[in-house]
């Protein structure tokens, strides 16, 4: 088990950039898959980007080539590296992690069991 703290939210113009931080810690020995998700009141939570113990990343289309995902494992921070944000980006983004691999496409919301608070993103028009 591990637990997360978010940060880096905030409020931005369209075309602006923040970088969300995820702290890691506890059993931070095991193999985790690190994810980031982002939810609006009322829809469902929804995959951002993705990044294994061996470093591979996924990102959901409606992200790719405008955020990235890292992390620094003798840190134990998982980053959210965020560009040209838009309006639509605006939502409450969670850190996640699941043991073994992952992609935005599986394993399932639900398998995920160890999150973090989440931390706001606003972007204005």
């Known amino acids: 088990q591990v637990q997360l703290v978010e940060s880096g939210g905030g409020s931005v113009q369209t075309g602006g950039s923040l970088r969300l931080s995820c702290v890691v810690s506890?059993?931070?020995?095991?193999?985790?898959?690190m994810a980031w998700f982002r939810q609006t009141p009322g829809k469902e939570r929804e995959g951002v980007a993705t990044?294994?113990?061996?470093?591979?990343?996924s990102y959901a289309d409606f992200v790719k080539g405008r955020f990235t995902i890292s992390k620094d494992n003798a840190k134990n921070i998982v980053y959210l590296q965020m560009n040209s944000l838009k309006p639509e980006d605006t939502a409450m983004y969670y850190c996640?992690?699941?043991?073994?691999?992952?992609?935005?496409?599986?394993?399932?919301?639900?398998?995920?069991?160890?999150w973090g608070q989440g931390t706001q993103v606003t972007v204005s028009s």
């Open positions: 506890g059993d931070t020995y095991l193999s985790y898959c």
């Open positions: 996640a992690a699941v043991l073994g691999w992952c992609t935005v496409e599986a394993p399932a919301l639900y398998e995920y069991k160890d």
């Open positions: 990044i294994d113990d061996d470093l591979s990343t």
